[in-house]
């Protein structure tokens, strides 16, 4: 994996004269450079702009700012050019690095804003003795810190961060209560003590052992455009278009990821009618016809062919995940029950491209998932439950798509609050985890912490609208997309060093999507609605107006098939006990009645194993 490793102590030293001399590398499968001294940054870095002459760290003329930062600069040509006529000198032929340097000479620390792309960065400005840690607008690249005593220690990896020897490797039980809910660690928290994470949108600054935080950007899904639907939807085209050109811009060879389904179809089919090479497009299919995944090849197929991509396939079997299990837990550092399949179509992808571009963030952005088509149902049965026998025909359309399944909006209507009926969705509500999944141990050593449902209803209170579905979208863009899609998109990939870009997620689109009303994007049950007619020449009716499935690994039939000994032997209470965290006995009700076709708990218990699976890795 890729990315800038470092710290910063008391910073009362010549940094510049020393970097050269004091920064080693740290071995060929590490993430950075390390140094002992009292100041130092450091970088290994994907190849992919300037490939000659782009090396890291860069500086400005006087050698008085110096850059080190993983990611890209999409538009960092049209900014070289602003800074060049600005008076700026640059060294390297076209490096997005020292870009960087001269933005934050003419902008300050506000610098950011200018720049489009995916990043983290760490700059130290030497006049002012500041050290600027910065993460993107949505948290595409991953920066985690820790403060012991007078120092920083910052990484683009957890496993980074331990090679300092006053960091210590400790579990933070609250940081992991979380995580049997909502299958990662939601930052600013990590799953170690005294490690944080920077959060989308922030900067740091540390100068003299202080440190300040400053959000940059943030999203605002106020819904305060009141553009109409038609104009709305030939810019989100305009947008998308803008977004996929200046993502394909690269000096190393580039692909798709192609899963058959809507977002990643769009981009490729945008791909394709920019490019005068085939796109070379990649896939994941399966050894069996499981649900959804025959449908899912055969639409990748047929969008292949219809845009003459030059597609390549990874048949992916059950046998494919247990062995991938320790390199999969090495390249999170963290538990993570969320989606692994990336991990094994990017090792194809890694035999052809350095780049990759992906459909991922459409979702969170335009509303696909089930909180996102429960948002303005629930919202409406609200108003109309009085008199559900007497709904005209716009009032029932408006609790599509759950119209018929009145039963069910009523019974997670009945859970309580806005907030409280989000926690029903996740793998384990609060009340479970506390009466059945946590050990007596457990629940004593997050007694006084946060609850799930509280980092739920505050990130609900801080929404600006009101609005239903966007009010769910914002949470989701907030908390699930950087912490578990961005998450594993960036760590898997990288684990093989193949860059992802997301075209979904150029800041441009995202802050005209979020700023539109909440109909536009699921209209009467239909997700996605405005995306949909924004692309609708590109692609065929049935892509259109298929399910959502994507990239998901087939748990429920593989446990049972195919793994029940593999996850028994791991939820085996002998080794649970190790930790003493988990009510056995309830996790071995929860495999009995999978295996006995009871209940479907594969999410829950691929949960579990992986916990185990990162506790045994970390602490046994």
Same mark, same amino acid.
């Given at each position: 994996?890729?990315?800038?490793?470092?710290?910063?102590?008391?910073?009362?030293?010549?940094?510049?004269?020393?970097?050269?001399?004091?920064?080693?590398?740290?071995?060929?499968?590490?993430?950075?450079?390390?140094?002992?001294?009292?100041?130092?940054?450091?970088?290994?870095?994907?190849?992919?702009?300037?490939?000659?002459?782009?090396?890291?760290?860069?500086?400005?003329?006087?050698?008085?700012?110096?850059?080190?930062?993983?990611?890209?600069?999409?538009?960092?040509?049209?900014?070289?050019?602003?800074?060049?006529?600005?008076?700026?000198?640059?060294?390297?032929?076209?490096?997005?690095?020292?870009?960087?340097?001269?933005?934050?000479?003419?902008?300050?620390?506000?610098?950011?804003?200018?720049?489009?792309?995916?990043?983290?960065?760490?700059?130290?400005?030497?006049?002012?003795?500041?050290?600027?840690?910065?993460?993107?607008?949505?948290?595409?690249?991953?920066?985690?810190?820790?403060?012991?005593?007078?120092?920083?220690?910052?990484?683009?990896?957890?496993?980074?961060?331990?090679?300092?020897?006053?960091?210590?490797?400790?579990?933070?039980?609250?940081?992991?209560?979380?995580?049997?809910?909502?299958?990662?660690?939601?930052?600013?928290?990590?799953?170690?003590?005294?490690?944080?994470?920077?959060?989308?949108?922030?900067?740091?600054?540390?100068?003299?052992?202080?440190?300040?935080?400053?959000?940059?950007?943030?999203?605002?899904?106020?819904?305060?455009?009141?553009?109409?639907?038609?104009?709305?939807?030939?810019?989100?085209?305009?947008?998308?278009?803008?977004?996929?050109?200046?993502?394909?811009?690269?000096?190393?060879?580039?692909?798709?990821?192609?899963?058959?389904?809507?977002?990643?179809?769009?981009?490729?089919?945008?791909?394709?009618?920019?490019?005068?090479?085939?796109?070379?497009?990649?896939? &994941?299919?399966?050894?069996?016809?499981?649900?959804?995944?025959?449908?899912?090849?055969?639409?990748?197929?047929?969008?292949?062919?219809?845009?003459?991509?030059?597609?390549?396939?990874?048949?992916?079997?059950?046998?494919?995940?247990? $062995?991938?299990?320790?390199?999969?837990?090495?390249?999170?550092?963290?538990?993570?029950?969320?989606?692994?399949?990336?991990?094994?179509?990017?090792?194809?992808?890694?035999?052809?491209?350095?780049?990759?571009?992906?459909?991922?963030?459409?979702?969170?952005?335009?509303?696909?998932? &089930?909180?996102h088509r429960l948002a303005s149902p629930l919202y409406y049965y609200s108003k109309y439950k009085n008199r559900l026998n007497s709904l005209n025909k716009q009032e029932i359309e408006q609790l599509a798509p759950f119209e018929k399944d009145i039963g069910y909006l009523s019974d997670l209507y009945s859970k309580g609050s806005e907030s409280e009926r989000r926690m029903e969705l996740y793998l384990f509500n609060d009340k479970t985890k506390h009466d059945k999944l946590f050990s007596k141990k457990m629940r004593y050593l997050i007694k006084n912490s946060l609850s799930t449902h509280d980092l739920?209803?505050?990130?609900?209170?801080?929404?600006?609208?009101?609005?239903?579905?966007?009010?769910?979208?914002?949470? $989701?863009?907030?908390?699930?997309?950087? $912490?578990?899609?961005?998450?594993?998109?960036?760590?898997?990939?990288?684990?093989?060093?193949?860059?992802?870009?997301?075209?979904?997620?150029?800041?441009?689109?995202?802050?005209?999507?979020?700023?539109?009303?909440?109909?536009?994007?699921?209209?009467?049950?239909?997700?996605?609605?405005?995306?949909?007619?924004?692309?609708? $020449?590109?692609?065929?009716?049935?892509?259109?107006?298929?399910?959502?499935?994507?990239?998901?690994?087939?748990?429920?039939?593989?446990?049972?098939?195919?793994?029940?000994?593999?996850?028994?032997?791991?939820?085996?209470?002998?080794?649970?006990?190790?930790?003493?965290?988990?009510?056995?006995?309830?996790?071995?009700?929860?495999?009995?009645?999978?295996?006995?076709?009871?209940?479907?708990?594969?999410?829950?218990?691929?949960?579990?194993?992986?916990?185990?699976?990162?506790?045994?890795?970390?602490?046994?």
């Amino acid at each position: 994996m890729c990315g800038i490793c470092g710290f910063t102590g008391e910073i009362n030293r010549p940094l510049l004269e020393r970097m050269a001399n004091t920064i080693r590398h740290r071995g060929p499968d590490d993430s950075g450079y390390w140094s002992n001294d009292s100041v130092s940054l450091g970088m290994r870095r994907l190849s992919i702009v300037d490939i000659e002459n782009g090396h890291q760290p860069i500086y400005n003329e006087d050698k008085s700012v110096v850059c080190i930062f993983n990611g890209e600069i999409y538009n960092h040509i049209e900014l070289r050019r602003e800074l060049e006529s600005l008076g700026h000198t640059f060294y390297t032929d076209h490096s997005d690095t020292e870009v960087l340097v001269h933005l934050y000479e003419e902008y300050g620390g506000d610098f950011s804003k200018h720049l489009n792309g995916m990043f983290a960065i760490a700059l130290w400005d030497k006049n002012k003795e500041e050290l600027h840690l910065i993460r993107d607008r949505v948290g595409v690249k991953p920066l985690y810190y820790s403060i012991q005593n007078s120092e920083l220690i910052f990484a683009s990896e957890i496993k980074s961060i331990f090679q300092h020897s006053k960091v210590r490797r400790e579990p933070d039980y609250s940081a992991l209560s979380h995580y049997f809910s909502l299958k990662n660690i939601p930052a600013p928290q990590t799953a170690f003590n005294g490690i944080s994470q920077v959060r989308p949108g922030e900067r740091l600054v540390f100068s003299h052992g202080k440190l300040e935080k400053f959000q940059w950007w943030k999203i605002n899904f106020s819904a305060i455009n009141n553009d109409d639907e038609e104009y709305a939807k030939i810019h989100i085209r305009k947008l998308l278009e803008s977004s996929v050109r200046i993502r394909m811009k690269s000096d190393a060879p580039f692909g798709a990821y192609l899963s058959g389904g809507l977002d990643s179809s769009a981009v490729v089919a945008l791909m394709a009618n920019m490019s005068d090479q085939p796109i070379k497009t990649f896939s &994941l299919t399966y050894e069996k016809d499981y649900m959804y995944k025959s449908s899912d090849r055969d639409f990748a197929r047929q969008i292949s062919k219809k845009y003459r991509t030059e597609h390549y396939e990874y048949m992916m079997t059950h046998s494919d995940l247990i $062995d991938s299990m320790d390199a999969v837990q090495d390249a999170f550092d963290e538990p993570y029950s969320g989606v692994t399949s990336t991990y094994f179509i990017t090792n194809l992808i890694s035999k052809h491209v350095k780049v990759a571009l992906s459909g991922d963030g459409a979702d969170e952005l335009f509303g696909s998932y &089930l909180p996102h088509r429960l948002a303005s149902p629930l919202y409406y049965y609200s108003k109309y439950k009085n008199r559900l026998n007497s709904l005209n025909k716009q009032e029932i359309e408006q609790l599509a798509p759950f119209e018929k399944d009145i039963g069910y909006l009523s019974d997670l209507y009945s859970k309580g609050s806005e907030s409280e009926r989000r926690m029903e969705l996740y793998l384990f509500n609060d009340k479970t985890k506390h009466d059945k999944l946590f050990s007596k141990k457990m629940r004593y050593l997050i007694k006084n912490s946060l609850s799930t449902h509280d980092l739920v209803l505050n990130s609900f209170n801080k929404s600006a609208t009101n609005d239903p579905l966007n009010r769910a979208l914002s949470l $989701d863009f907030e908390t699930l997309l950087p $912490d578990q899609v961005l998450m594993f998109v960036d760590r898997l990939s990288m684990a093989h060093s193949v860059e992802v870009r997301t075209p979904f997620l150029d800041y441009r689109l995202v802050e005209y999507v979020a700023s539109l009303p909440g109909n536009y994007k699921i209209k009467n049950g239909r997700v996605k609605s405005i995306l949909k007619d924004s692309v609708s $020449d590109l692609l065929p009716k049935e892509i259109l107006n298929r399910p959502k499935e994507g990239f998901v690994l087939p748990i429920n039939d593989w446990i049972i098939e195919n793994l029940s000994e593999y996850i028994s032997e791991i939820l085996d209470s002998s080794r649970l006990k190790k930790h003493g965290l988990l009510n056995h006995e309830f996790v071995a009700s929860l495999l009995d009645n999978h295996f006995k076709g009871l209940q479907k708990n594969g999410p829950q218990l691929w949960n579990l194993v992986m916990f185990q699976l990162w506790w045994e890795h970390n602490f046994s």
